[in-house]
């Protein structure tokens, strides 16, 4: 997965790598593309954003003498005439992961250089998040409707809506500008920029299939983000 | 050298299309239990041990194959992972700020100082 044309490039393994990359002169990671390098520093600070948000989630749950909304029943669905417990949620999910999957095959492809193969997984992640998304706002609106605002709520504790829509609403405007970027790479990648070299807009960068991987690096970051929200918002 | 100028060379092609398949596979069976948890409405200790254990289990696959931490060097990997631990430090912190703040709640608003 590295770029093995930087020159004085040599792969050791272990922490023994790992001592003579860091005590290394000019560039650390020999070997790792620079963008795939700012990627992961820049998904390492939205670590920190998503954890800061969950941490105050659990001191505002923790903190308040309010019994807290049960989620199993806040976010049910009646269908069919039986009330499933967390049935979008479920479903969201699931979704997530169906696009997490497609995009890891995409990046493999990509890096096969299939292009239409990889244009096409890139093209089936898009619309995985655009569900999502829809998912999700169907879900807010449903919400809203019953009477969830951000300072008050029918089920319980105040503090649920705003944790609610803060914590939700900040992922989705990470899937919803995934989804923007997926479409943008799957017409580059049908395009056969990756494959001809060609620059890209802002940049003075040759087009590689190195950036499908990045792509898909914030891709599973967002999913990896949702595996948490699942866990700590939806079902503790 | 020339040893590890060939592994490296296998690396920067790619993985078999299996360990993906059976990755995701797993992912979807992990997310299926963790609604499981939900659905028959374990309670207490049992119902947040799973939510962790199933929680961590799917983080891991995700990032180390998924995201190719596992086929990464150390370098890069250890510069992620240990900020990490800043994290855990800030959440027993806070943990023991909401039950101080818990307890001044009750103290005040129903007992009455």
């Known amino acids: ?236 | 050298m020339e040893e590890i100028k060939k592994k490296e060379q296998e690396q920067t092609t790619t993985h078999k299309i299996g360990i993906y398949l059976w990755i995701w596979a797993l992912l979807f069976i992990l997310s299926f239990f963790s609604y499981m948890v939900d659905w028959y409405q374990f309670q207490g200790m049992l119902r947040w041990s799973l939510i962790l254990i199933f929680m961590f289990l799917k983080a891991g696959l995700i990032m180390a194959f998924f995201m190719h931490l596992f086929w990464e060097r150390y370098a890069l990997v250890n510069v992620l992972l240990w900020p990490m631990t800043a994290i855990a430090c800030f959440i027993f912190l806070m943990a023991a700020e909401f039950k101080y703040t818990l307890f001044t709640r009750l103290l005040y608003f129903f007992v009455g100082g």
């Open chain 1, 1 to 236: 997965m590295s770029d093995p044309k930087i020159e004085g490039y040599q792969f050791k393994p272990g922490f023994k790598g790992m001592a003579e990359d860091t005590g290394s002169d000019q560039t650390m990671f020999k070997g790792v593309h620079w963008g795939k390098a700012m990627m992961w520093i820049f998904l390492l600070s939205d670590t920190f954003v998503f954890s800061c948000f969950l941490i105050s989630y659990m001191k505002g749950r923790g903190s308040t003498p309010v019994e807290w909304p049960n989620a199993s029943e806040v976010f049910g669905l009646h269908v069919f005439g039986v009330d499933v417990p967390l049935l979008l949620i479920a479903i969201m999910t699931f979704v997530l992961i169906t696009s997490s999957g497609t995009m890891a095959l995409a990046v493999k492809y990509g890096y096969e250089k299939n292009r239409k193969m990889c244009g096409w997984l890139i093209l089936a992640t898009a619309i995985g998040g655009l569900t999502f998304v829809g998912m999700q706002a169907f879900e807010w609106s449903k919400l809203i409707h019953e009477g969830v605002r951000p300072w008050e709520n029918p089920f319980g504790a105040a503090q649920f809506g705003s944790f609610f829509f803060m914590i939700t609403g900040f992922h989705g405007t990470h899937v919803s500008i995934g989804v923007i970027f997926l479409f943008i790479y799957a017409y580059k990648t049908f395009a056969g920029h990756y494959d001809e070299g060609k620059r890209g807009w802002f940049t003075t960068m040759k087009g590689d299939y190195v950036e499908i991987e990045i792509l898909g690096l914030y891709w599973h970051f967002v999913d990896l983000v949702w595996v948490f929200i699942f866990a700590f918002f939806y079902l503790w």
